[in-house]
């Protein structure tokens, strides 16, 4: 832009003043008035424009980040169903072993077994998901 705009005002002063001298000085000053005049324009066209840009970059990041969330939530949904579905299935199993009443030590022991590892499993998972949901929380927080 700077060359354009010396090749713009070398060739109205050649026009304008035939004395070298002061052609050089007005010529020095018109361009610093020119810049001056331009310069404030320029540069809020360029911050609008990118301003837009910025936001346009933000919108499709967070609409991503919502699609991604989406899909872990689906995810989670879909494993946090079938372990309660699993859990939900030895229950009735230790009810239908107390209703025949062929209770045998190792069967309890099998089956509270198998009970408590689904419920285990089910808080340790419940507690990372708390987890990672509040860090993710710290983290939009501190942006």
Do not use: C
């Not at 035939?18 to 911050?47: G, S, T």
């Not at 970059?57 to 991503?64: C, D, F, I, Q």
């Not at 209703?99 to 419940?126: D, N, P, Q, R």
């Amino acid at each position: 832009m700077r060359d354009t705009l010396d090749k713009i005002i070398n060739s109205y002063m050649d026009k304008m003043a035939p004395n070298e001298e002061p052609k050089k000085e007005v010529a020095r000053l018109i361009r610093k008035q020119i810049i001056a005049e331009i310069r404030p324009k320029i540069e809020r066209e360029i911050y609008d424009s990118m301003k837009e840009k910025i936001q346009k970059e933000m919108e499709e990041k967070r609409t991503l980040d919502e699609a991604q969330h989406l899909k872990n939530l689906m995810i989670e949904g879909i494993l946090l169903a079938f372990i309660v579905g699993m859990i939900v299935n030895q229950f009735t199993d230790i009810i239908s072993v107390v209703k025949t009443e062929k209770i045998t030590i190792i069967w309890w022991f099998i089956t509270i077994g198998i009970s408590s590892a689904f419920i285990i499993l089910v808080i340790f998972y419940i507690g990372i998901k708390l987890f990672n949901s509040i860090i993710e929380i710290m983290r939009n927080v501190q942006h």
